[in-house]
């Protein structure tokens, strides 16, 4: 009995030994991160019967930490179902794995167990946990819950435990519980204020972000850099130059531009600004710049209208020793459809290719935009059959791309297509859609578009509502196309809806309904802008409404300060030349602040025509011939004037001029559709 008792003694002694070496082995592992000694390791703590020891809870929850140091899901699950004493802690870490391993469900399922078990309960650490968990899946009902059991926790006051319901709040769109939260914080730290003012600006809410900044600066919170790279995008969302420079000096006061991603947000601020060359000098004096620096440089200068100079980057970029990513090439891509640089575009594919970057969807869609405005369509069909035809970015990049070469009839068969592949439309679909309806003005066409669009709940997008009324108005259905205006609730009216109604009526003659319209817009509180004033002067000009087209003009340039544009002074001049005042419309071009364009000088020309006044018409086309030499209209319409007063063979000397040059007056055809035949 006696030499029984000491054998196990002996035998406990060295299981204690072992598990020790154990456990001084596994720090050792986890200090060189070698996942496949410590599986070994674990292996022999099985085979050695060291983990079915009754000293082995220690052992096991230093196993199952290694594994979720390495984020191994399934092992740590296994380590942790085993073990039968579970702390708050462990419980803690198995939700923080999930989390950290993009599974928020699972960090759920295990609070819930964790509430179950009644062996612990959730402290301080937990609820940032779940409540991250919550965000993630934007659970806000669950959020609330938790945040109530914060609350009966006595949680009120902690801070990091605030600053995840701050968090929670704003990434389900619960700006004002946030605020709520905020201001009954009894301390809050720069994260609490950081978080504050990037949750306004992902939400949309980019004055408020601004207002929360002043506020930190006012209450002496000392800001950090992710204060900076939150308030950055927000001055660039607003395009408020001024605030920008103030924050770009506090960068420098408090030494926080020394992060790549502070300065990187400096140049993405000066871009949206419109300030490349600021831009540009912190570029400059980067010390080290990467992928982003670049392709925030590229994205600036092609949202300035310069696609040249972001082109130019490309070849400073790989000097740099920068390699362009999915987004630089997409980019690049942009920039070479916008200049209809089809060579350099075939470059940057067969870029792509050697980089095996084709096949982003992001690099297939520019692709498919950039072979389509350089007029390369059948290139564009080529690259979409290759894509998965899954995703609806690449199938919106092929619909704008036949609108814009004009096959309306084959976006419309790529609609349905995308339909029957159970491609998902969104109204970025739709926006690059109804164009195609508005070239056929095919009446039947758009009455089933309208039906699909009720169906589909589409309907409900403003953009999508402007795009139908154009359809209407160019089938000449004014009837349907106010049926949709009036569907829309009157504080969703913005001012291209009101320009689109408006321009309908005028083209089809109807200035007055045009004016009152306008006259409603007016009274609603939306402010017209150039289109909206080009849309009722152009009604006014087609109606004869002068006195009313007069006045128009007036109440543009007094009661909202706007400087005419030349498409304001083409209204102006058609209007006084249609009624004859022409001399009067001479004289307006002449007092024009800036030199007439084609279209000014062309709609004076059309009224000379019609009331058959040669010498300002001989004005007009002499600066016509010099400004488009290439236009048939101008020298037909001209040899019309000399034919009208019976100057044959000032006629004749124009129809000589357009030989001379090689000039043909394009066949006019008429379309007549058949159905049922």
Not at 161 to 182: D, I, P
Not at 271 to 290: I, N
Not at 609 to 623: D, M, Q, R, Y
Not at 627 to 654: F, H, Q, S
Request: charged content about 20%; glycine content about 6%.
């Amino acid at each position: 009995m006696k030499g029984t008792s000491q054998a196990l003694s002996k035998t406990k002694h060295l299981l204690i030994t072992t598990a020790t070496q154990c456990e001084s082995l596994l720090r050792s592992y986890a200090a060189t991160l070698s996942l496949t000694k410590t599986k070994q390791l674990h292996a022999h703590t099985i085979t050695s019967g060291l983990l079915s020891s009754s000293n082995s809870a220690h052992l096991c929850s230093n196993l199952a930490k290694m594994y979720v140091l390495w984020g191994f899901v399934p092992h740590a699950r296994r380590m942790f179902d085993e073990m039968p004493d579970r702390s708050s802690f462990f419980y803690n870490t198995m939700m923080r794995m999930y989390i950290q391993n993009g599974v928020p469900y699972e960090a759920l399922c295990v609070f819930v167990e964790m509430l179950s078990s009644r062996q612990c309960w959730p402290d301080n650490f937990t609820y940032p946990i779940v409540i991250k968990a919550c965000a993630d899946l934007s659970l806000l009902s669950i959020g609330v819950v938790v945040h109530g059991k914060t609350l009966k926790a006595g949680l009120d006051l902690d801070t990091f435990v605030q600053n995840s319901l701050l968090s929670m709040y704003m990434n389900c769109g619960e700006k004002e519980e946030a605020r709520r939260v905020f201001d009954t914080m009894w301390e809050r730290s720069v994260v609490s204020w950081n978080t504050m003012i990037n949750g306004y600006l992902r939400n949309g809410c980019a004055k408020e972000a601004m207002m929360v900044f002043s506020w930190m600066m006012e209450e002496g919170m000392e800001p950090d850099c992710a204060t900076m790279v939150s308030v950055l995008p927000a001055c660039g969302y607003l395009k408020d130059l001024v605030s920008g420079r103030r924050v770009h000096a506090l960068v420098e006061d408090k030494g926080l531009g020394k992060k790549i991603v502070a300065r990187n947000a400096l140049v993405d601020m000066y871009a949206k600004c419109g300030s490349m060359d600021e831009a540009r000098l912190v570029v400059d004096k980067m010390g080290e710049r990467d992928v982003i620096t670049w392709t925030t440089m590229i994205n600036g200068y092609i949202l300035n209208g310069d696609a040249r100079s972001a082109l130019a980057l490309c070849q400073l970029m790989h000097f740099d020793g920068v390699r362009p990513n999915s987004v630089s090439i997409a980019s690049l891509l942009s920039a070479c459809g916008s200049l209809c640089y089809f060579e350099y575009g075939r470059c940057f594919h067969g870029w792509a290719i050697r980089q095996k970057l084709e096949s982003d969807v992001m690099v297939e869609t520019a692709l498919i935009d950039m072979y389509a405005k350089c007029k390369k369509i059948y290139l564009s069909f080529r690259v979409f059959a290759k894509t998965t035809k899954k995703r609806t970015v690449p199938w919106n990049a092929i619909l704008s791309g036949c609108i814009h070469n004009g096959l309306a009839r084959e976006g419309i068969e790529f609609f349905k297509q995308m339909l029957m592949d159970t491609v998902q439309p969104n109204d970025a679909t739709l926006n690059s859609l109804l164009p195609a309806y508005s070239i056929l003005a095919d009446l039947q066409q758009a009455t089933n578009i309208h039906c699909y669009l009720v169906r589909s709940g589409f309907l409900a997008s403003i953009e999508v509502a402007t795009g139908l009324i154009d359809i209407y108005s160019k089938c000449g259905s004014l009837e349907s196309a106010y049926k949709v205006f009036s569907g829309v609730p009157e504080k969703g009216k913005d001012i291209v809806l009101w320009s689109v109604i408006i321009a309908s009526y005028g083209v089809h003659g109807h200035g007055e309904i045009a004016i009152s319209l306008f006259n409603q817009m007016i009274q609603s509180g939306v402010k017209p802008n150039e289109v909206t004033f080009t849309s009722v002067l152009h009604a006014c000009s087609h109606a004869g409404l002068v006195d009313n087209g007069l006045n128009l003009f007036k109440f543009m340039l007094e009661n909202h300060k706007m400087s005419p544009c030349p498409d304001h002074y083409t209204c102006l001049v058609d209007l006084l030349g249609r009624a004859d005042r022409l001399d009067e419309a001479y004289d307006l071009i002449r007092t024009m602040p800036f030199k007439p364009n084609c279209a000014v000088w062309g709609a004076l020309l059309g009224a000379c025509v019609i009331h058959e006044n040669v010498e300002l018409g001989e004005v007009a086309a002499k600066w016509l011939f010099e400004l488009e030499p290439e236009n048939t209209g101008n020298y037909i319409l001209m040899a019309k004037i000399y034919a009208a007063v019976g100057r044959w063979k000032d006629a004749e000397n124009v129809r000589h001029m357009m030989n001379e040059i090689g000039l043909r007056k394009k066949v006019a055809h008429s379309l007549v559709e058949v159905r049922n035949v």
